[in-house]
């Protein structure tokens, strides 16, 4: 039952956010869309935001769906763009609101999982520090989230397949060369830039 309301006051959320800016929604706008008391709101969610966090979690495992591998990873990533543009007014509403960290946290979530499965996945057979996994994962969630960020900013005009493609080409061979680069079985270089 826990989940279903949940997914109600979800639902009312993504609804009323077609409606008006994320600003102007209140607990009780959207537990009138749905039929509910505002008790039943703050027994699931602490606040809007925290139902915007779950909204955003419960649509990142949708499009991710086991797309986490060396060999997915750029499928994962499209269908995060995917998902972006399916959930557009919504995306759109959020990011221009005053909370678009919201959006930039949720795109961090995603990419970070996606990632850090990547990395662990080409770093199975060699010794490097799980710091330095995460390190590495970060490091090019950064670049990925400035990218959908950017797409974002500038309208979603441009091809999700394009972007991918051209992802894919600067960062292959990337990730396992800067794990050999951590690797703490093998003196390190001292080499500069």
Same mark, same amino acid.
């Given at each position: 039952?826990?989940?279903? =309301?949940? %997914? $109600?006051?979800? $639902?009312?959320?993504? *609804?009323?956010?077609?409606?008006?800016?994320?600003?102007?929604?209140?607990? /009780?706008?959207?537990?009138?869309?749905?039929? &509910? @008391?505002?008790?039943?709101?703050?027994?699931?969610?602490?606040?809007? #935001?925290? &139902?915007?966090? +779950? =909204?955003?979690?419960?649509?990142?495992? *949708?499009?991710?769906?086991?797309? @986490? /591998?060396?060999?997915? +990873?750029?499928?994962?990533?499209? @269908?995060?763009?995917?998902? !972006?543009?399916?959930?557009?007014?919504?995306?759109?509403?959020? #990011?221009?609101? !005053?909370?678009?960290? %919201?959006?930039?946290?949720?795109?961090?979530? &995603?990419? %970070?999982?996606?990632? &850090?499965?990547?990395?662990?996945?080409?770093? *199975?057979?060699?010794? !490097?520090?799980?710091?330095?996994?995460?390190?590495?994962?970060?490091?090019?969630?950064?670049?990925?989230?400035?990218?959908?960020?950017? +797409?974002?900013?500038?309208?979603?005009?441009?091809?999700?397949?394009?972007?991918?493609?051209?992802?894919? /080409?600067?960062?292959?061979?990337?990730?396992?060369?800067?794990?050999?680069?951590?690797?703490?079985?093998?003196?390190?270089?001292? *080499?500069?830039?």
């Amino acid at each position: 039952m826990s989940k279903i =309301t949940k %997914n $109600a006051l979800s $639902a009312s959320l993504r *609804k009323l956010l077609l409606e008006k800016p994320f600003d102007k929604i209140t607990v /009780t706008d959207i537990t009138a869309d749905c039929g &509910l @008391n505002r008790m039943t709101f703050y027994y699931h969610f602490q606040d809007i #935001y925290d &139902l915007l966090e +779950w =909204t955003c979690q419960e649509l990142a495992h *949708k499009y991710l769906q086991n797309k @986490n /591998t060396y060999d997915t +990873w750029q499928e994962g990533y499209l @269908n995060i763009f995917y998902g !972006v543009l399916e959930n557009k007014d919504f995306v759109l509403n959020v #990011y221009h609101s !005053v909370r678009r960290e %919201n959006i930039e946290n949720y795109l961090k979530r &995603l990419v %970070n999982d996606l990632l &850090l499965n990547v990395v662990e996945e080409r770093s *199975k057979d060699m010794t !490097v520090r799980e710091k330095d996994q995460l390190f590495i994962a970060q490091f090019y969630q950064f670049a990925f989230v400035g990218t959908m960020l950017d +797409w974002i900013g500038h309208g979603m005009k441009e091809k999700p397949e394009y972007i991918v493609e051209r992802t894919s /080409t600067l960062i292959h061979g990337s990730i396992t060369k800067a794990l050999e680069a951590f690797r703490t079985d093998r003196i390190p270089s001292n *080499k500069a830039f």
